[in-house]
């Protein structure tokens, strides 16, 4: 079965970085987009970056693009979310997914557990 797991989520304090990263297992996504979400306490799940798994090619959100960078190291397996600047407002449970390449930015068939990032001032 397919599963995405997050790990790298902690507390850190403002200005700080952070680097989350996501093991997918149980397909090949080469036709597939890999993003991260989040979602902060009383507010909605919202996209913050994406990357094509075979091509590289990346999305970031405009809140978040000078500060965040999304990777992936296709040899580990493994998509990272470089988080640098910290700032309170980023406190969410950041989740990884997966999405066909021809579906939206936005849309996910898969998701990750989630794991938690809080930013104090």
């Known amino acids: 079965q397919v599963q995405l797991v997050e790990s790298g989520g902690g507390l850190v304090q403002a200005g700080g970085s952070l680097r989350l990263s996501c093991a997918p297992s149980g397909r090949s996504f080469s036709n597939y987009r890999m993003a991260w979400f989040r979602q902060a306490p009383g507010k909605e799940r919202v996209f913050v970056a994406s990357?094509?798994?075979?091509?590289?090619?990346?999305y970031h959100t405009d809140s978040v693009k000078e500060r965040f960078t999304i990777a992936r190291d296709v040899a580990k397996n493994t998509v990272y979310l470089q988080m640098n600047s910290l700032k309170p407002d980023d406190t969410a449970v950041y989740y990884c997914?997966?999405?066909?390449?021809?579906?939206?930015?936005?849309?996910?068939?898969?998701w990750g557990q989630g794991t938690q990032v809080t930013v104090s001032s």
């Open positions: 997914a997966a999405a066909l390449l021809w579906k939206d930015r936005a849309t996910a068939d898969y």
């Open positions: 990357i094509t798994w075979s091509g590289g090619t990346t």
